[in-house]
């Protein structure tokens, strides 16, 4: 279990440090999310007080690739940043958006 949970955790900070030297003077983008998409509907995600998504996270969550989105929702990357995967996998539909299928 604890080499796993180190696994967990080496891999969170692989995909992060990808996504920094990968993107480098660019504007940060997730799954076609802007940072500023990310930052916005951040509070809608997080325990133990989540809020309800803000116009601005919805417009920018519909823009978003969902499909990609999904596929985080086993990963251990949202939870390494303080994210609920089950609270973040119910943002769509509390935007008016249609999850996929899959997810």
């Known amino acids: 279990m604890v080499k796993m949970c180190s696994f967990n955790k080496l891999m969170v900070i692989l995909v992060v440090a990808m996504l ?3 993107e480098g003077s660019r504007a940060f983008t ?3 999310m802007s940072e500023d998409g990310l930052t916005a509907c951040k509070p809608s995600v997080m325990k133990p007080n989540p ?3 803000t ?3 919805c417009k920018d969550l ?3 690739d969902l499909d990609c989105l ?3 929702k086993t990963s251990p990357v949202l939870p390494g940043f303080g994210i609920d995967p089950t609270l973040a996998m119910g943002l769509p539909a509390k935007c008016g ?3 996929p299928a899959n997810c």
Request: glycine letters at 4%; aromatic letters at 14%.
């Open 20 to 22: 920094v030297s990968f």
């Open 30 to 32: 997730f799954c076609n």
């Open 51 to 53: 809020s309800d998504p």
């Open 55 to 57: 116009a601005e996270c």
């Open 62 to 64: 519909s823009a978003a």
């Open 70 to 72: 999904c596929g985080y």
């Open 97 to 99: 958006l249609t999850p």
